[in-house]
């Protein structure tokens, strides 16, 4: 990418758009577009159209995605899928339609089937059943990477898309039911140890492993990527680590300082057993993730302090 290139980060209020200002900003680019949902609603065909047409963005990341946890999944199976189809369509579909050089779309790793071979390599997609809990918005996802692929087979443009694994960070999600498990359990902690309570019940059984990614690092990828790497296939981006939600609780509890009783909700849905990521490809392309787990949730945590709980769904 041109440093003087028009770049259109779509989501940039979210926690991984937000990394991508940063980044690209860090690295000197000097025309990057951001609008917010008032000024530009991605699932308003026509006002995306409009947006496209003024502005003539080069680049384009597509951040921009209704998200949440396990409970938020269940609760809204029919917005999750309508809203996220919507938007991911009128911006790929816009990029295209006004000859945008490159377009990156972030996807998720719960696009990969419940019961795909760990680690989860970017062959596996769409060779099994998916994982119930999330199959609305991984359906979304996949449809998404897919028009990506058959643009550039049949029109021959340079869209690619990034399966992030499991992400967190500055900016995230504190909302108590409806968002992702480690700043979930960083509120929880933090309100446990401010109330005194004796003890903290968390979701399942704590057995699921899982793999967790520093967003800025995310960020860092993707640039990356937009700069090195043109091909129909997904890429994995993550750390090739993991752990049990069990080891990560006992780590935020830590981290935050809360020193009460952990119990296990058994009732609760645990979701997928095992999600990690083979990011054999993206380690031979030359990218490698910098920030240590430890040294993330420190960084979460300071900026779940310095900021207003946000607990948006």
Request: net charge negative; charged share 20%.
């Amino acid at each position: 990418m041109e440093k003087d290139a028009k770049i259109y980060v779509a989501g940039h209020r979210g926690m991984v758009g937000s990394a991508i200002v940063r980044a690209l900003i860090k690295q000197g680019y000097r025309h990057i577009l951001t609008r917010t949902h008032q000024e530009l609603d991605l699932c308003r065909q026509q006002e995306v159209e409009d947006f496209f047409a003024s502005e003539k963005p080069d680049y384009v990341f597509l951040a921009a995605a209704k998200v949440g946890g396990i409970m938020a999944n269940q609760e809204a199976l029919a917005d999750f899928m309508y809203d996220n189809i919507l938007l991911e369509m009128n911006v790929i579909h816009a990029a295209w339609q006004h000859h945008c050089k490159k377009l990156l779309f972030l996807g998720s790793s719960c696009i990969y089937p419940r019961m795909a071979p760990q680690p989860m390599p970017e062959s596996c997609l769409l060779t099994s059943a998916l994982e119930t809990t999330n199959e609305a918005y991984a359906l979304a996802k996949i449809s998404g990477l897919k028009y990506c692929e058959y643009l550039n087979r049949q029109y021959k443009t340079d869209f690619i898309s990034a399966m992030p694994t499991n992400l967190y960070g500055p900016n995230d999600n504190y909302h108590p039911t409806h968002s992702h498990v480690l700043p979930a359990l960083i509120r929880r902690f933090h309100e446990a140890k401010t109330a005194g309570l004796d003890e903290v019940s968390c979701w399942g059984t704590g057995t699921p492993l899982r793999e967790f990614l520093y967003v800025d690092d995310l960020a860092d990828a993707c640039i990356f990527l937009m700069n090195t790497y043109s091909g129909n296939e997904t890429v994995n981006i993550g750390t090739g680590k993991e752990l049990t939600i069990r080891e990560l609780t006992t780590l935020v509890a830590k981290t935050v300082g809360y020193t009460g009783k952990i119990s296990w909700d058994t009732a609760k849905p645990d979701g997928t057993p095992r999600k990690l990521l083979d990011i054999s490809k993206l380690s031979r392309l030359g990218w490698h993730y910098q920030t240590e787990l430890n040294d993330g949730i420190r960084l979460a945590y300071e900026d779940f302090l310095n900021h207003p709980i946000r607990t948006e769904r």
